[in-house]
């Protein structure tokens, strides 16, 4: 996947949650401005997360939706939408569906977890339409944006590193992210210290967009948010930006009532 289509769906494919490495807490929503190389408002990506009840245990849904805008929609009509669903005990991602359309060309991505077989059945382009059977690699896999959303949560220190597994399509990808250095960013909503995250391939072969040459980023704020405040694409032939321009957080929790407190009602 190349050009602005390219980093749009690399982008897209959302009380705390964050005693486990989940990507967005439930009731948050996050909205991104979308700038390709020299164009700045070529699209735009939205994430929001709820829970939802399920009989096995809660669910979290992270969904995200993408599109280009403006002149960029003119060159490249792009929509996609995703949603990840983890499981609330676990942290652990359970399905992804994925749906793109690029100038009526329509693309479905569809991939359930199995952790006890460690295998993934994947539904998708690369399957022809027919479930898949994929092996796990070790490790709890995300899908690229999910994975990088997960690092507000970690608080590696400068020069730290963590393993991560992310699913590309139907292919696995063992990645390193180091938190390089600190920088200051601004935007729309005011000015973050930042960590700067960046995924590496070290442990296989670097393969798709690692072996091209491209490099993936992400700022995530040092304050007690950690809201990721902006992601990077780097390609041979441009760089896609993501700034978060809106956020909304959880709804806050009710007050506390003490044990011991009288009861007001006559």
Do not use: C
């Not at 486990?20 to 979308?34: H, I, M, N």
């Not at 709820?50 to 929609?73: F, K, Q």
């Not at 652990?92 to 060309?105: A, C, M, Y």
């Not at 995530?220 to 909304?248: H, M, N, Q, S």
Request: a positive charge; zero cysteines.
């Amino acid at each position: 996947m190349r050009g602005k289509a390219g980093i749009l769906l690399m982008l897209s494919t959302a009380g705390s949650l964050f005693g486990a490495d989940f990507p967005v807490r439930d009731g948050e929503r996050l909205s991104y401005r979308v700038s390709w190389a020299v164009v700045p408002g070529a699209g735009e990506i939205r994430i929001s997360a709820r829970r939802e009840p399920a009989p096995e245990g809660d669910r979290l849904v992270v969904s995200t939706t993408t599109a280009t805008r403006r002149l960029a929609r003119m060159i490249l009509p792009f929509d996609a939408e995703g949603q990840s669903t983890f499981d609330l005990r676990t942290g652990r991602l359970l399905s992804l569906r994925e749906s793109s359309t690029q100038r009526e060309k329509r693309s479905d991505i569809q991939v359930t977890f199995d952790y006890a077989a460690r295998q993934a059945t994947y539904i998708g382009p690369k399957s022809a339409g027919q479930a898949s059977v994929l092996s796990l690699p070790e490790g709890d896999p995300t899908d690229l944006i999910m994975g990088l959303l997960q690092t507000r949560s970690w608080n590696l220190p400068l020069g730290g590193k963590r393993d991560a597994l992310v699913l590309f399509n139907n292919d696995f990808y063992e990645l390193t992210i180091y938190h390089t250095r600190d920088e200051e960013v601004r935007t729309p909503l005011g000015k973050f210290a930042t960590a700067v995250l960046e995924p590496r391939m070290e442990k296989t072969p670097p393969k798709g967009m690692f072996k091209r040459g491209s490099t993936v980023r992400v700022w995530i704020a040092e304050d007690a948010r950690r809201l990721p405040v902006r992601f990077e694409v780097e390609f041979k032939i441009g760089t896609g930006t993501a700034t978060l321009e809106a956020y909304e957080g959880p709804p806050a929790a009710p007050p506390a009532i003490p044990a011991d407190a009288k009861d007001p009602r006559p």
